[in-house]
C-alpha cells in the first residue's frame, strides 16, 4: 500500500540553525500539507500546498517558515533561524484529488531544538 | 468547547468489549476524519465521513455523525489489545480548504 515517507525521523539542531524536513507524498497525490505536534499538545495545521502554490497556512507559519515542491516527489518544510519552541513531531500529509478528501500522514520527523 | 473535542479523554477497556469515543466540533464542516496515533508514532487514516453522511463503517469500526448536533462518535467492536492507542477526530472546516483541525484525542486502553 502507498504510503507517505519523512526524512530524517529523528533531527537534533541548535537554536539558530536553519533545518530542512522532507516528505515523500503519495505518488499520485495532489495535495500536500504540513503539520506538527509538541509533546502532549494537539496537532496543529502549518500549511497546506497545491499547484506549486501555499494554498492556505496558519499563524504559525511565519516568515521563518517555508516549503517547497523541488522536484516531481518531494515536499520540504524549511525552518530558517530554528528556536526551543519549534521542537516538536513535525507531520507531512497528503490527499489525492480534493482538498478535503482524506488526508494520509507520514511517521513524522521529531525535531529537537537544544 | 473547541473546534473537534473528543470524549472521554481516557478509557480503559477489557479485550473483547466495545469501546465508544465522541467528538463534538462548533462549525460546518465538509467531513471529519478519525485517525489512530500510537505513542510517539505518526497517525493513521481510519475513516472519513462527509457532511452529508450519517454513517459509515469500515472493518470493526462505525462511525457516525450528527451534523445537527455538531458531534461524531466512533465505535470499535470487540477491542482486540492491539487497538491501545490515541484516537483523533479531524475536522474539515467548510470552505477553509483542506486544513484538518484536530481534537486533544482520546486514549484507549484495552487489557488483555
Known amino acids: 500500500e502507498p504510503e507517505v515517507t519523512q526524512t530524517p525521523s529523528h533531527q537534533v539542531t541548535q537554536m539558530g540553525q536553519e533545518v530542512i524536513l522532507r516528505c515523500v507524498p503519495i505518488?499520485?497525490?495532489?495535495?500536500f500539507y504540513w503539520y506538527r505536534q509538541i509533546l502532549g499538545q494537539k496537532v496543529e495545521f502549518l500549511v497546506s500546498f497545491y499547484n506549486n502554490e501555499i494554498s492556505e497556512k496558519s499563524e504559525i507559519f511565519d516568515d521563518q517558515f517555508s516549503v517547497e515542491r523541488p522536484d516531481g516527489s518531494n515536499f520540504t518544510l524549511k525552518i530558517r533561524s530554528t528556536k526551543l519552541e519549534d521542537s516538536a513531531m513535525y507531520f507531512c500529509?497528503?490527499?489525492?484529488?480534493?482538498?478535503?478528501?482524506?488526508?494520509?500522514f507520514g511517521p513524522g520527523t521529531r525535531l529537537t531544538v537544544t | 468547547s473547541q473546534q473537534g473535542e473528543e470524549d472521554p479523554q481516557a478509557l480503559s477497556i477489557q479485550e473483547g468489549e466495545n469501546a465508544t469515543m465522541n467528538c463534538s466540533y462548533k462549525t460546518s464542516i465538509n467531513n471529519l476524519q478519525w485517525y489512530r496515533q500510537n505513542s510517539g508514532r505518526g497517525l493513521v487514516h481510519l475513516i472519513l465521513i462527509r457532511s452529508n453522511e450519517r454513517e459509515k463503517h469500515s472493518g470493526r469500526l462505525r462511525v457516525t455523525l450528527d451534523t445537527s448536533k455538531k458531534s461524531s462518535s466512533l465505535l470499535i467492536t470487540a477491542s482486540r489489545a492491539a487497538d491501545t492507542a490515541s484516537y483523533f477526530c479531524a475536522t474539515a472546516v467548510y470552505n477553509q480548504g483542506g486544513k484538518l483541525i484536530f481534537g486533544q484525542g482520546t486514549e484507549l486502553s484495552v487489557k488483555p
Open positions: 500529509a497528503s490527499s489525492e484529488a480534493s482538498a478535503v478528501g482524506g488526508q494520509y
Open positions: 505518488s499520485n497525490h495532489l495535495y
